[in-house]
């Protein structure tokens, strides 16, 4: 089940809630259903000592395989 953000077109409250696709939302304040899906960061993953190994960026030319830009340098 997906979490989605919305805002309340009556209220104005701002909330998130775990939407299952035959769901409809309502807002936890007053009940309303006339709500507009607002759009939610995604969190990063955490640096810790374990996860994802992430090779150093290649450097050269054209862009870095990992951000997509000329900044990174090689390492």
């Given amino acids: 089940m997906p979490i989605?953000?919305?805002e309340c077109q009556d209220c104005g409250a701002d909330f998130e809630t775990l939407v299952r696709a035959s769901d409809t939302p309502s807002c936890p304040s007053c009940g309303s259903v006339r709500l507009e899906?607002?759009?939610s960061l995604?969190?990063?993953p955490a640096k810790s000592g374990?996860?994802?190994d992430i090779p150093p960026c290649a450097?050269?030319?054209g862009a870095c395989p990992r951000c997509c830009a000329?900044?990174?340098g090689p390492e």
Avoid: M, S, W
Wanted: glycine share 22%; hydrophobic share 35%.
């Fill in 70 to 72: 000329d900044a990174c």
């Fill in 42 to 44: 995604i969190a990063a």
């Fill in 59 to 61: 450097g050269g030319e």
């Fill in 4 to 6: 989605y953000r919305y």
């Fill in 50 to 52: 374990g996860g994802l």
């Fill in 37 to 39: 899906q607002q759009l």
